[in-house]
């Protein structure tokens, strides 16, 4: 079984938005998400969640208006989580372009 470790991130605004989705095929194994709060004077609530394809896109909250100070980061995730094909991972932040967020991850194809 083939696996690739990689991670992906991106600038959050007040709308949430597709971080990370998983690739037909795969398995990914989210090792860590973080968000940095890249205003150096106010702080920034972060919100991660992460949608279900197997179950009509539910949205399971993985982090709600976690406050991150600024120049500050802090980890949205409490252990690894798995997600299959289709999966999704989501942010948004009370104020854009004060947060980055990178999901760390490993890939492997579905048994």
Known sequence: MAST???TGAVLTTSAADIYTVPAGKVAHI???TAANIDGTNPVDVTAQWTNASAADAITR???LVTVAAKDSRSLL???LALRAGDKIRALATAADYAEITVAYYL???A
């Open 108 to 110: 492997e194809d579905e």
């Open 5 to 7: 470790a990689d991670s």
């Open 78 to 80: 409490a252990g690894p």
């Open 31 to 33: 090792l860590g998400i």
């Open 62 to 64: 993985l982090a709600y």
